[in-house]
């Protein structure tokens, strides 16, 4: 199992990524420069956070446009799994890959903080190590974490499973009050209609060891070392 994570320039989460599944789980991991153009030997490619190119234009607008995501596309097509937390999600978006788009938080505030987050089905690539329904806890850290799409799209994506991961209150509700961004329907994460690329806002990455608060993060990257595995059995 080989994990291939995309440095692009602004890139702050990479190192976070590499040692969740390196060093705590022990898989393969290797860097991949924004520049490159292939990605043969690589099994799933992951998108970390940050702030690609600074958000110049738009949150991940420019990376978007990044030799990569031509290489990226490709390794999806061709059934490969994709993941993109924060800034990931936001780049995943822009470059068509996932619908809607990510705007700034309706409370125009920074927040970084533990999100509890609910797990709304088992039967992806990134969830069969979770139960549908377990309640988890991953941090946030974002300003523009504000899940927007049309009614259409929100209603297809209700319809098919593909809202991944929502934000819940201590009582497992999507309240209002759950919700720290705005997102619509508490979205906190969704799949393409495909199934093969997840993105969401929290960071799986940082709850890795319980020393950082919780390793509910993990099952995440188990998932998709199970779904590999599957594919070559």
Same mark, same amino acid.
């Given at each position: 199992?080989?994990?291939?994570?995309?440095?692009?320039? *602004?890139?702050?989460?990479?190192?976070?990524?590499?040692? +969740?599944? @390196?060093? =705590?789980? %022990?898989?393969?991991? /290797?860097? #991949?420069?924004?520049?490159?153009?292939?990605?043969?030997?690589?099994?799933?490619?992951?998108?970390?956070?940050?702030?690609?190119? *600074?958000?110049?234009?738009?949150?991940?607008?420019?990376? +978007?446009? @990044?030799? =990569?995501? %031509?290489?990226?596309? /490709?390794? #999806?097509?061709?059934?490969?799994?994709?993941?993109?937390?924060?800034?990931?999600?936001?780049?995943?978006?822009?470059?068509?890959?996932?619908?809607?788009?990510?705007?700034?938080?309706?409370?125009?505030?920074?927040?970084?903080?533990?999100?509890?987050?609910?797990?709304?089905?088992?039967?992806?690539?990134?969830?069969?190590?979770?139960?549908?329904?377990?309640?988890?806890?991953?941090?946030?850290?974002?300003?523009?974490?504000?899940?927007?799409?049309?009614?259409?799209?929100?209603?297809?994506?209700?319809?098919?499973?593909?809202?991944?991961?929502?934000?819940?209150?201590?009582?497992?509700?999507?309240?209002?009050?759950?919700?720290?961004?705005?997102?619509?329907?508490?979205?906190?994460?969704?799949?393409?209609?495909?199934?093969?690329?997840?993105?969401?806002?929290?960071?799986?990455?940082?709850?890795?060891?319980?020393?950082?608060?919780?390793?509910?993060?993990?099952?995440?990257?188990?998932?998709?070392?199970?779904?590999?595995?599957?594919?070559?059995?």
């Amino acid at each position: 199992m080989k994990f291939g994570i995309v440095v692009f320039p *602004g890139s702050w989460s990479e190192r976070d990524m590499h040692y +969740a599944v @390196s060093d =705590v789980l %022990g898989y393969q991991a /290797e860097y #991949v420069w924004h520049r490159e153009a292939k990605l043969a030997g690589f099994d799933a490619i992951l998108l970390p956070g940050g702030f690609s190119y *600074g958000d110049h234009l738009r949150c991940g607008a420019v990376a +978007a446009h @990044s030799p =990569v995501m %031509g290489a990226i596309k /490709e390794f #999806v097509e061709n059934g490969g799994f994709v993941f993109g937390s924060c800034n990931g999600f936001q780049i995943l978006c822009e470059s068509g890959l996932l619908p809607g788009a990510l705007i700034r938080n309706d409370h125009l505030e920074f927040r970084c903080s533990a999100g509890t987050l609910r797990v709304e089905t088992s039967s992806t690539p990134f969830t069969s190590q979770f139960s549908a329904g377990d309640v988890v806890s991953m941090p946030i850290s974002h300003g523009e974490g504000n899940y927007q799409a049309d009614d259409e799209t929100l209603a297809t994506l209700e319809a098919s499973g593909r809202i991944v991961f929502r934000y819940v209150d201590a009582e497992n509700q999507a309240s209002a009050e759950a919700n720290p961004n705005g997102s619509r329907n508490n979205i906190a994460g969704i799949t393409n209609a495909r199934g093969n690329v997840l993105g969401m806002m929290p960071h799986p990455e940082r709850a890795c060891e319980s020393l950082l608060g919780s390793s509910d993060g993990n099952p995440l990257w188990q998932s998709i070392a199970a779904a590999v595995d599957a594919g070559k059995s």
